[in-house]
Structure formats: C-alpha cells, structure tokens
C-alpha cells in the first residue's frame, strides 16, 4: 500500500544525501587506502553497487589518473592483474563480492572496500575498509549509500572543481542536490508510461542506475543506454507518453529526434549528474506510490544477496 500520511523510508533517506556527501569528502580527506594516481585499477560490486564502479572508472580516467575497469563481481577477469581493487558493498555480506576478494588474497594486489556495515564479513575480508555507516540505509532499495560511496570516491581524486573537466566538486553537487530535492518533478514525466535514461562517460552509470531504481522501487518499465547510441535503435521505444532522460549535456541533434518521435525529453544540465540521480530517485518514489506500492518493500528483493 502507499504511504500518504507520512514519507516512506526511502523517501526520507533520498533526502539526507546533500548531507551525507560532504560528510564522504571530508572522509575521503582522511582515508589512506584510495587509489594513486597512475595505479591500474579495477573497481567492482554488484547491482547498483556495480553502476556507481562504472561511473567512477569513466570519472577517474577522465581525471587522467590511470587505467580504471569496472566489473561485476561474478564477472571479475581472473587473468588480468592491477595495482589496486576496490570493491563496493552496502551489506558488507554480498556473496559475489566476498568470493572475489577471497580469491584475490595473495595475488599482490591491494583490496580496498566501502561498506556501510563494520559488523560483516568484509571487514577482514580487505586489506583496507572505508566504513560509510552514517550513509546505511533502512530501505531495502539503495539510494544514499550508493551516492555516498560514489561522492567518496569521486572527493578522493582530488579537491575543487574541475579536478575532472567539466565535472563539479563534490561540495558543488551537493548544493544541486539541494534543490534537486525541492523542485517539483514534470507532470509530462510522472504521467509516463515508459522511461529511458541516457549517459555519456560516467554518467552511464548513473544512467543505468536512474533506471534499476525504477525498476526496484516501482516495477516500471524503464531502459538504459550510452546517449549517443539511443539513436541506433533504441529510440524505436520512444513516442508519446514515454520519456528520454539524458544526465549530462546532451548531444546534439537528440532533443530534434525526440519531439519528432514524439517523446518528452528530460535534460536537466548544468545541474550535477550525481544530484540529476536524486530526481530520479524520487521520480520511483513517486511512481511506487502512484501505483499503490511500498517503495521500502519492493517486490522480490532482499536488502543483500547471499547465496547459499
């Protein structure tokens, strides 16, 4: 059932990220175990933990601080070597997550994690732990963990504003963020019927994750695509009642191709991608509730995956 005589859990806890960003740059400040700058790195998790990997591997190289991968951890490549891991775990319990890091014991790399949790099995499954636990979250669905741990890790390549070009500080996005929560969200956008985020570099991540929460939250019918090839085919799905969302600058000549097909367009630059996130979190909230859904209680989801 919705929830309308007070905000669901979620919804609060979407609220407080402003908040909890510039608390994960003052962290990151003081945390040794990041990456250095010309390390080799690979960054994994799993589900949305894995899309805030993508968008800080685009971010970090795009910072020209090194070779950055990004995998999910059950499709970590066994054969490739690098100078650092970082892994990224909300529940400190993920079974993929805990296996690789067992399996990458030895082999001379050092493991870095970012967790919510100091009482889980990850603790001594890293070489290093950055403990977020003023981001955990009550929801099964993730929203601030996840921002936090990317806000964390995007401080941690350096300090100021275009320490990435074109990319905002931290402290920055935070601001946005603010209003990002206080601005009322399009009628054309909540009446949809169909949602497609789009991306460019790191905001792909960001993209992919607009759109799991979507899915995770109120079981809508939601795509994602890098922006520059929605245009080979993915477009088709759009058209009246549906939605293109871009995070980022948007490329040009895509704004034509949706009001010819039809389709609303959502383009919110210059706002911060990462506060652009918050609006799409609330727009699931919304959606779930519309629909008569508990958005903390979504539908055949666990808080962590542990399998047996």
């Not at 999910?72 to 490739?80: D, I, K, T, V």
Request: proline letters at 6%; a negative charge; aromatic letters at 6%.
């Amino acid at each position: 059932m919705s929830r309308t005589s007070r905000p669901s859990r979620t919804a609060t806890e979407i609220a407080t990220q402003p908040a909890s960003w510039r608390r994960a740059a003052e962290a990151a400040a003081a945390f040794d175990g990041l990456p250095r700058p010309g390390e080799r790195v690979a960054v994994t998790g799993c589900g949305t933990s894995w899309f805030m990997a993508i968008a800080y591997a685009a971010l970090r190289e795009a910072a020209g601080q090194g070779e950055t991968d990004a995998f999910a951890s059950s499709e970590f490549p066994s054969g490739r070597s690098y100078d650092r891991v970082v892994a990224i775990t909300r529940s400190g319990t993920t079974t993929e997550v805990l296996a690789l890091l067992d399996a990458l014991k030895g082999r001379g790399a050092p493991t870095v994690a970012l967790t919510a949790d100091p009482g889980t099995p990850v603790m001594a499954a890293a070489d290093a732990v950055a403990v977020l636990d003023w981001a955990d979250e009550e929801s099964v669905v993730q929203t601030r963990f996840a921002t936090t741990a990317l806000a964390f890790l995007r401080a941690g390549l350096g300090a100021g504003p275009d320490v990435v070009p074109g990319v905002k500080s931290v402290a920055d996005a935070a601001v946005d963020a603010e209003l990002a929560l206080t601005e009322p969200l399009p009628e054309a956008v909540l009446a949809a019927e169909q949602w497609t985020f789009l991306g460019r570099g790191w905001t792909y991540g960001l993209a992919l994750e607009a759109a799991l929460k979507m899915r995770e939250a109120a079981g809508a019918w939601t795509e994602a695509y890098p922006a520059m090839e929605y245009r080979h085919g993915p477009i088709a799905v759009t058209g009246p009642g549906r939605v293109a969302w871009a995070f980022g600058e948007l490329p040009e000549g895509l704004a034509v191709d949706v009001a010819q097909v039809g389709g609303t367009l959502v383009a919110n630059a210059p706002c911060d991608p990462l506060a652009d996130l918050v609006r799409a979190q609330r727009l699931a909230v919304a959606i779930a509730e519309a629909k008569g859904y508990d958005p903390d209680r979504p539908r055949n989801l666990t808080r962590s995956v542990i399998l047996g």
